[in-house]
């Protein structure tokens, strides 16, 4: 719709590489209107053992990126009381990075037992954009099947497979070859250097 804003939800569930959610969300806030947050009870846990950091809050993040144009919402992650839960928050898209195979899981069983699940749920049955940027390896049966049936049912598997033939000199050069893969997913444009340009 013309003029309306540009609503994102972000899931950031407890896989390794939460680097990713974390980068994806500093670029988020530059290039949506609005943005809804969801974390899992084990990020916290992820932020510490990656990232050697005591106060391991998405608030605390925000607080570190300064001032941006987004409106940013942090959900509780266990109630239903919240805007990505129902279809008639109309949005843009979710991405979920990383994902974990758990989240993932119960996305393709649609248990819509948190909130994480629950949005995914609402992403597929309105027909809107769901990005799981998955993370794990090497992949059993059981996490090819949820990835087809995720699929089946229209969400995009975006495995964390940084690209190197741009040579990225640092890890956040690496990382964000797979997040602005993520974020033009959804139409959203980052600065990313294209093949032969
Ligand atoms: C340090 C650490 C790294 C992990 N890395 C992964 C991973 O890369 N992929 C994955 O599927 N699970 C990983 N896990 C396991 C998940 O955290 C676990 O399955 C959890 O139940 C996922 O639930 P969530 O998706 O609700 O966060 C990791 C756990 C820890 C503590």
Redesign the pocket.
């Known amino acids: 719709m013309m003029g309306s804003p540009t609503r994102v939800i972000l899931g950031i569930?407890?896989?390794?590489?939460v680097l990713y959610g974390l980068r994806s969300l500093e670029k988020l806030v530059h290039l949506a209107d609005e943005i809804q947050v969801i974390a899992?009870?084990?990020?916290q846990?992820?932020i510490r053992?990656?990232l050697d950091d005591h106060a391991p809050t998405i608030e605390a993040f925000l607080e570190q990126l300064g001032s941006f144009k987004a409106d940013v919402r942090v959900c509780n992650p266990k109630s239903y009381f919240e805007p990505p839960a129902s279809g008639s928050y109309r949005h843009c898209g979710m991405l979920i990075a990383?994902?974990?195979?758990?989240?993932l899981g119960r996305i393709a069983a649609g248990t819509s037992d948190?909130l994480?699940c629950r949005a995914a749920d609402v992403c597929l049955k309105e027909r809107r954009k769901l990005v799981l940027l998955a993370?794990?390896t090497p992949l059993s049966l059981i996490h090819l099947r949820n990835m087809t049936a995720v699929t089946e049912a229209g969400a995009i598997v975006l495995p964390a497979c940084p690209s190197f033939y741009h040579k990225p000199a640092t890890l956040m050069d690496a990382i964000d070859t797979v997040v602005d893969r993520a974020l033009a997913q959804l139409g959203l444009q980052t600065a990313s250097k294209e093949w032969m340009k």
């Open positions: 569930t407890g896989a390794s590489g899992s009870a084990n990020v846990d992820i053992t990656e990383p994902c974990s195979m758990g989240t948190d994480m993370r794990e």
